[in-house]
């Protein structure tokens, strides 16, 4: 029997920011304020991730320019992996490097080979300022990377190159959602 809320139950499903945004292309700043405000900010980051149906969302995902994230995600063996990371720091990335499909709730309906490495850890606090280790493999380690380059400010078609890197532009540029000004 389940104890706690499900993550984003009481949250607000917040607008997106789509490819083009500023916020997503700037580094995000440390969170200093361990408070209600936190609590509230990633309950409705689950929410908007959910509604979204994403595995992971970055802060300035959703305009807020602040080093948290959240996640869902399974790993290669189907191994589900829920939770949030404030102020995380990738400490390693390694093992193979796998160009695999990837996505973004910024980027909707577009997807590329994207290289990645097999393994990662990133440390970071909970929602209340408590120090956690995350290790991820396989597709979650992706998610890791994927989220912790958001806070980074860089967007996953910043890691292509060439003809990939041209042809998602091209997409983004072509999509509904694509920004005109």
Same mark, same amino acid.
């Given at each position: 029997?389940?104890?706690?809320?499900?993550?984003?139950?009481?949250? /607000?499903?917040?607008?997106?920011?789509? /490819?083009?945004?500023?916020?997503?292309?700037?580094?995000?700043?440390? &969170?200093?304020?361990?408070?209600?405000?936190?609590?509230?900010? &990633?309950?409705?980051? %689950?929410?908007?991730?959910?509604?979204?149906?994403?595995?992971?969302?970055?802060?300035?995902?959703?305009? &807020? !320019?602040?080093?948290? %994230?959240?996640?869902?995600?399974?790993?290669?063996?189907? &191994?589900?992996? /829920?939770?949030?990371?404030?102020?995380?720091?990738?400490?390693?990335?390694? $093992?193979? =490097?796998?160009?695999?499909? #990837?996505?973004?709730?910024?980027? !909707? +309906?577009?997807?590329? +080979?994207?290289?990645? %490495?097999?393994?990662?850890?990133? #440390?970071?606090? =909970?929602?209340? +300022?408590?120090?956690?280790?995350? =290790?991820?493999? $396989?597709? %979650?380690?992706?998610?890791?990377?994927? #989220?912790?380059?958001?806070?980074? $400010?860089? @967007?996953?078609?910043?890691?292509?190159?060439?003809?990939?890197?041209?042809? @998602? /532009?091209?997409?983004?540029?072509?999509?509904?959602?694509?920004?005109?000004?």
């Amino acid at each position: 029997m389940r104890k706690r809320p499900i993550p984003g139950s009481s949250g /607000l499903v917040r607008p997106m920011s789509l /490819l083009g945004d500023p916020v997503l292309h700037s580094p995000c700043e440390e &969170v200093t304020d361990f408070g209600p405000s936190l609590a509230r900010l &990633v309950e409705d980051m %689950f929410a908007t991730m959910y509604a979204a149906h994403g595995v992971g969302l970055a802060a300035n995902q959703i305009g &807020v !320019p602040l080093r948290v %994230f959240v996640y869902d995600c399974p790993d290669d063996d189907e &191994v589900r992996h /829920l939770g949030h990371l404030v102020n995380p720091v990738r400490v390693e990335a390694d $093992g193979i =490097t796998v160009r695999g499909p #990837e996505g973004c709730l910024s980027l !909707p +309906g577009i997807e590329a +080979g994207t290289p990645r %490495f097999d393994r990662t850890v990133v #440390e970071g606090r =909970t929602v209340t +300022g408590d120090p956690v280790r995350v =290790t991820g493999t $396989g597709w %979650f380690a992706r998610c890791l990377q994927h #989220e912790c380059d958001h806070l980074d $400010g860089t @967007v996953y078609p910043d890691r292509l190159t060439g003809l990939r890197r041209r042809k @998602v /532009l091209r997409a983004a540029r072509r999509a509904p959602w694509a920004r005109t000004d």
